[in-house]
């Protein structure tokens, strides 16, 4: 049975248990995104193969009563006085009790001494009594993802006890040691008789001078495991954190929850989820009462998939300083002049989808730094054609350090007033948003400006879009026909007959299927005579000519039918009426991604048999 120690306020002084939680302070950011933020960026840290991958698990589920009975009794069965953790008994329904463990492998775990106040070997890590032992982090561990080991505040803020257990295997005097041990925080400091103390406690064996430590070897593995705890294999290495009753602020269930946090992940850590080069850096997987939840894809997203774009082609960019992208992508280098300084690069692209989504990530940017968490999505100025656009800035390598202690404690904003800058020094921090924003402002002012063989006239906010639709029309409905005239004696002459188009062109979904719709208008044609409309598409290059045949390999637009004023639809390739036809034709046509099309209509006139 684990044993419960609880934290006395020295003679010196102390720190009030709630100091990790007090210092993540307001926050845009949800619960549930704080949780994925902290914790995947510990695991990241953590990682041992710089290189290489990593796993990143989430799993709630509601243990069962024998599981639950060796939690409450065998674990946390010494509960402390004016705490949370001290209602644990509470969450206990029907002798059961729900517990959300975040896992990883593929890491070093938690190593180095087990007491806080053992100076260790030389060179030694000393992650273990940084994240269980202490509060804050010390400066030799440089500034990776967390800079300031406060944010683990959350996972207690994330149990409605405060309360988590901490399983962890690491390399520790040559050999791999699993180590159990329970923690609580954000409680608060309280009296208990004569004696004061700081609202931190610790579940573990106790030591002569009765502290706890963790329970190492193979029976901290066994139990782990006898709780239903994902653990790493026997030889490796990887950390597991159960959150006891996860709170339900914003969710209705478990599934919810991890679904949420799946969702976090989707929108803050999509760039370690892409498929480059050797796969996926990080293998997300998630599952609530054993059922998988989706993990990111952000490929497949209509909106992460702007951001994604944008950074692989940054990443080509960095990469190769020859790339040029393809023609819907623009790099700017963004600069300091005095000193000359490369700060970042930002990529920008305008939508796959004309059409606004809503989205609140419509006409923002991505900021990067390492470790390629997204630290905030930056509004800017929206191009005056309402084609959402959306960009990725990736800070300097050498600049990494400089982004990161512009951060606070959560690492969702660059706050310039926080970076170390000397004295009437220029501050890159400053530079590099303010250069971001008036980007986009220049673009915003400038307008979108039509490509050759594009004209500005008409040109609909999906023309704008540089791979979306470009309209164009040829034959004798080429332009819009004069006034019907008169002859000298005033009688009215039928004119040719021809065709315009006269809406802007729009994306619709067909059968799950994106498609293109060009809606025209007839006039003119002797009456009585038939008409007979046909219709063809081609793919614009960059220079705004025609590919009849397409890029190899490219998907080309093929045409799926009329569909009349009265709705319905009819595959005919041609289209015959009767003049005078006063009602509206739209030809359908397929919408490649990433691919502007310029649509060609004809009418030809021919008398019928009679006439």
């Known amino acids: 049975m684990f044993s419960l120690y609880r934290q006395q306020y020295g003679a010196d002084g102390g720190v009030d248990a709630r100091s990790a939680d007090n210092a993540i302070g307001r926050t845009s950011l949800g619960l549930w995104d704080l949780v994925l933020r902290e914790s995947l960026q510990n695991s990241w840290d953590a990682r041992t193969d710089r290189n290489g991958q990593i796993s990143y698990s989430v799993d709630e589920y509601e243990m069962d009563e024998d599981q639950t009975r060796i939690l409450a009794r065998e674990v946390f069965g010494q509960l402390p006085p004016n705490c949370r953790s001290t209602d644990l008994q509470k969450h206990i329904l029907h002798r059961r009790i729900r517990v959300l463990v975040i896992s990883d492998e593929g890491t070093r775990g938690l190593g180095g001494p087990i007491r806080a106040d ?70 608060g400091d309280y009296d208990d008789g004569k004696s004061r103390y700081t609202g931190r406690n610790w579940w573990g064996v106790p030591g002569a001078d009765g502290i706890v430590d963790p329970l190492v070897g193979q029976e901290a593995r066994d139990l782990a495991q006898r709780l239903g705890m994902r653990v790493p294999r026997p030889e490796g290495t990887g950390t597991s954190i159960m959150i006891i009753a996860p ?14 946090i799946a969702d976090a992940a989707l929108k803050w850590a999509w760039p370690h989820a892409l498929d480059i080069d050797k796969g996926p850096n990080i293998r997300f997987r998630f599952s609530a009462d054993g059922i998988e939840i989706a993990g990111p894809r952000p490929l497949d997203h209509p909106i992460y998939r702007e951001f994604a774009t944008a950074y692989i082609e940054g990443r080509r960019k960095i990469l190769n300083p020859d790339h040029e992208g ?40 991505a900021l990067l730094r390492d470790p390629r968490m997204v630290v905030k999505y930056l509004s800017v100025a929206a191009p005056p054609n309402g084609v959402p656009v959306y960009g990725v800035f990736i800070s300097a390598p050498d600049m990494n350090n400089k982004f990161a202690e512009s951060e606070p404690v959560t690492h969702d904003d660059w706050v310039y007033r926080q970076a170390a800058v000397e004295k009437n020094a220029p501050n890159p921090v400053r530079i590099a948003l303010d250069n971001i924003r008036e980007t986009f402002r220049n673009l915003s002012v400038k307008g979108a400006v039509a490509g050759d063989g594009v004209h500005s006239k008409g040109a609909s906010r999906v023309a704008a879009a540089l791979g979306g639709l470009l309209a164009g029309f040829s034959g004798s409905g080429a332009e819009v026909q004069p006034a019907v005239s008169s002859s000298a004696n005033g009688s009215k002459r039928a004119r040719k007959a021809s065709v315009r188009l006269i809406t802007s062109a729009s994306l619709d979904l067909l059968d799950g299927e994106v498609v293109a719709k060009y809606t025209f208008a007839l006039t003119g044609g002797r009456p009585g005579n038939a008409l007979a409309v046909r219709v063809a598409a081609r793919v614009v290059t960059e220079s705004g000519g025609n590919e009849s045949d397409g890029p190899i390999g490219a998907e080309l637009p093929r045409f799926i039918g009329w569909l009349y004023a009265s709705g319905t639809l009819s595959s005919q390739e041609v289209m015959t009426v009767t003049a005078p036809h006063e009602e509206e034709i739209t030809a359908i046509f397929t919408q490649p991604a990433d691919t502007a099309i310029r649509v060609t209509a004809v009418v030809e006139e021919h008398e019928f048999a009679g006439h």
């Open 247 to 260: 709170d339900f602020l914003g969710v209705k269930s478990g599934s919810e929850r991890v679904s949420a």
């Open 326 to 365: 393809n023609w819907q992508t623009t790099f700017t280098l963004i600069s300091s002049k005095r000193p000359k300084r490369y700060l970042g690069l930002l990529t920008h692209r305008l939508s796959h989808d004309p059409t606004a989504s809503g989205s609140e990530l419509e006409n923002s940017v």
């Open 118 to 187: 053992v100076s260790g070997k030389s060179g030694e890590r000393r992650d273990f009594v940084d994240f269980v032992r202490n509060l804050g982090r010390s400066t030799s561990k440089g500034l990776e993802g967390g800079t300031y080991g406060l944010g683990k505040g959350v996972l207690y803020r994330a149990s409605q006890v405060g309360l988590c257990l901490v399983y962890s295997q690491a390399q520790y005097n040559g050999a791999i040691e699993p180590r159990l041990i329970g923690v609580s925080g954000g409680d």
